[in-house]
């Protein structure tokens, strides 16, 4: 993952992580990654690929990445071309806030194939909360100016929404405002902002003001179960009429691990460690939520990536991911799906008082819990060679044979009440006379 402009943005979002990676620098540093830089990079980075691996992805972000310019990309890619292996293909994704996206860019990305990540948190009351720039003025309007843009030019791309205190619960919403909206593609991000993180990062007497605090977040995190339910408002909506046309990355993956393979996302996978984060000065660290100075492997002019993706400082980074899930987690039923979420949010306590618990833990639990009875279904439809939207109609079926059982249970109760006197013991079984019960609760004909 590489910031080619660090954390500068032209954005000032309240929940932002990384704009105040500017401390990492020197006073006066030039936000832009040097020619030298960036030829070293996707030399050594082309060069540290596996020799099976038929795509080379480079990942683009920043802050915004489209503050370099078309420019800027546009020498990127021509020196990908001037190293890339004969039978091997470049693949470019940027992720963005899209206010700078015009036609020029998306000419751009159309030719040279980019995929693009569009951070867009829903319609416009919930994204403008905490997504406005450096005036403070919202952006929702240029977002979605530029998701208009992407679908006008056929640019693949991905929405990426943070799901956060505010918008966390009207997940129902969120997902059928982008899917009505045309995306095909979506990323759920949750925010779980620790105090005095970023810019605007609060202080915990700031928070311990508010009601319903939680003691370890900010009032712009989502909470546990919120996170939860809004994933089970997605799913249960996704699953009614858009399996196999809208494609949501925690369902992708979940669908995964029902099939019995490890997730490909670094979240949920047992280890993590192979996603590293380059800065515009050639600095690596371990990974991108970790861009601090306990975590920097070096510089790409010391040390050639593929020795700090191999070092043993950065395995052991993977391995503790693993190793030191408490013992909660190593019991849990989902396990297998989780795998602890991200190191990052590990923070909380196990019920019997054991440290490393991820916030999100109920949350996800629950999720994991509520979608099993549908994963195992899509997974046997795949594992039958058939599409995983068989599930829908199978969905549907169960659901017009509860309500023909219903129906018909109904018809059987009022046949039952029918031939029961005022004065008989209530068929309920409740020990009351009919007419002190249920006679008054019958359905009148």
């Given at each position: 993952?590489?910031?080619?402009?660090?954390?500068?943005?032209?954005?000032?979002?309240?929940?932002?992580?990384?704009?105040?990676?500017e401390?990492?620098?020197?006073?006066?540093?030039?936000?832009?990654?040097?020619?030298?830089?960036?030829?070293?990079?996707?030399?050594?980075?082309?060069?540290?690929?596996?020799?099976?691996?038929?795509?080379?992805?480079?990942?683009?972000?920043?802050?915004?990445?489209?503050?370099?310019?078309?420019?800027?990309?546009?020498?990127?890619?021509?020196?990908?071309?001037?190293?890339?292996?004969?039978?091997?293909?470049?693949v470019?994704?940027?992720?963005?806030?899209?206010?700078?996206?015009?036609?020029?860019?998306?000419?751009?990305?159309?030719?040279?194939?980019?995929?693009?990540?569009?951070?867009?948190?829903?319609?416009?009351?919930?994204?403008?909360?905490?997504?406005?720039?450096?005036?403070?003025?919202?952006?929702?309007?240029?977002?979605?100016?530029?998701?208009?843009?992407?679908?006008?030019?056929?640019?693949?791309?991905?929405?990426?929404?943070?799901?956060?205190?505010?918008?966390?619960?009207?997940?129902?919403?969120?997902?059928?405002?982008?899917?009505?909206?045309?995306?095909?593609?979506?990323?759920?991000?949750?925010?779980?902002?620790?105090?005095?993180?970023?810019?605007?990062g609060?202080?915990?007497?700031?928070?311990?003001?508010q009601?319903?605090?939680?003691?370890?977040?900010?009032?712009?995190?989502?909470?546990?179960?919120?996170?939860?339910?809004?994933?089970?408002?997605?799913?249960?909506?996704?699953?009614?009429?858009?399996?196999?046309?809208?494609?949501?990355?925690?369902?992708?993956?979940?669908?995964?691990?029902?099939?019995?393979?490890?997730?490909?996302?670094?979240?949920f996978r047992?280890?993590?460690?192979?996603?590293?984060?380059?800065?515009?000065?050639?600095?690596?660290?371990?990974?991108d939520?970790?861009?601090?100075p306990?975590?920097?492997?070096?510089?790409?002019?010391?040390?050639?990536?593929?020795?700090?993706?191999?070092?043993?400082?950065?395995?052991?980074?993977?391995?503790?991911?693993?190793?030191?899930?408490?013992?909660?987690?190593?019991?849990?039923?989902?396990?297998?799906?989780?795998?602890?979420?991200?190191p990052?949010?590990?923070?909380s306590?196990?019920?019997?008082?054991?440290?490393?618990?991820?916030?999100?833990?109920?949350?996800?639990?629950?999720?994991?819990?509520?979608?099993?009875?549908?994963?195992?279904?899509?997974?046997?439809?795949?594992?039958?060679?058939?599409?995983?939207?068989?599930?829908?109609?199978?969905?549907h079926?169960?659901?017009?044979?509860?309500?023909?059982?219903?129906?018909?249970?109904?018809?059987?109760?009022?046949?039952?009440?029918?031939?029961?006197?005022?004065?008989?013991?209530?068929?309920?079984?409740?020990?009351?006379?009919?007419?002190?019960?249920?006679?008054?609760?019958?359905?009148?004909?």
């Open positions: 993952m590489s910031k080619p402009i660090g954390p500068i943005c032209n954005l000032d979002c309240e929940y932002c992580y990384y704009l105040h990676k401390d990492l620098f020197p006073s006066g540093e030039r936000w832009r990654m040097p020619e030298r830089t960036l030829q070293e990079y996707i030399a050594q980075y082309v060069a540290a690929q596996p020799s099976d691996a038929p795509d080379i992805t480079f990942a683009w972000q920043g802050g915004e990445p489209t503050l370099l310019g078309i420019e800027f990309f546009q020498h990127a890619v021509e020196v990908q071309k001037q190293v890339c292996p004969p039978g091997k293909k470049i470019n994704t940027l992720q963005t806030n899209g206010v700078l996206v015009d036609d020029a860019w998306c000419e751009f990305f159309k030719s040279n194939e980019f995929l693009i990540g569009l951070s867009i948190d829903g319609p416009a009351e919930l994204h403008d909360r905490y997504r406005y720039d450096k005036k403070g003025r919202p952006t929702f309007d240029g977002v979605l100016r530029c998701l208009k843009l992407l679908k006008q030019h056929n640019i693949e791309f991905n929405a990426l929404v943070v799901v956060n205190r505010h918008n966390g619960s009207s997940g129902r919403r969120v997902y059928t405002y982008l899917r009505d909206n045309g995306v095909q593609f979506i990323q759920f991000i949750p925010i779980v902002e620790r105090f005095g993180i970023g810019v605007h609060e202080t915990e007497a700031e928070e311990h003001g009601e319903n605090a939680s003691p370890l977040v900010s009032s712009r995190s989502v909470e546990p179960l919120q996170f939860g339910n809004f994933l089970i408002e997605v799913f249960d909506e996704w699953a009614k009429r858009d399996v196999g046309k809208v494609f949501v990355q925690i369902f992708d993956q979940a669908l995964s691990a029902w099939m019995g393979m490890e997730p490909s996302l670094c979240v047992k280890q993590c460690g192979r996603a590293m984060a380059i800065e515009h000065n050639g600095d690596v660290y371990s990974c939520h970790y861009v601090e306990d975590y920097k492997l070096g510089n790409i002019f010391d040390l050639p990536i593929v020795e700090m993706a191999n070092s043993e400082r950065q395995y052991q980074f993977g391995v503790d991911k693993e190793a030191l899930l408490p013992q909660y987690c190593l019991d849990c039923e989902v396990r297998f799906a989780c795998n602890g979420e991200c990052k949010n590990r923070f306590e196990t019920p019997d008082g054991e440290a490393g618990l991820n916030y999100l833990c109920a949350g996800y639990r629950k999720f994991f819990n509520h979608i099993d009875p549908v994963m195992k279904l899509m997974a046997e439809e795949v594992q039958n060679r058939r599409p995983a939207a068989n599930v829908m109609h199978r969905l079926a169960q659901r017009r044979n509860s309500e023909k059982t219903g129906a018909a249970s109904q018809r059987r109760a009022a046949a039952n009440r029918a031939s029961v006197r005022r004065n008989d013991p209530c068929p309920c079984g409740s020990g009351r006379k009919y007419k002190k019960c249920c006679l008054n609760n019958s359905p009148r004909v």
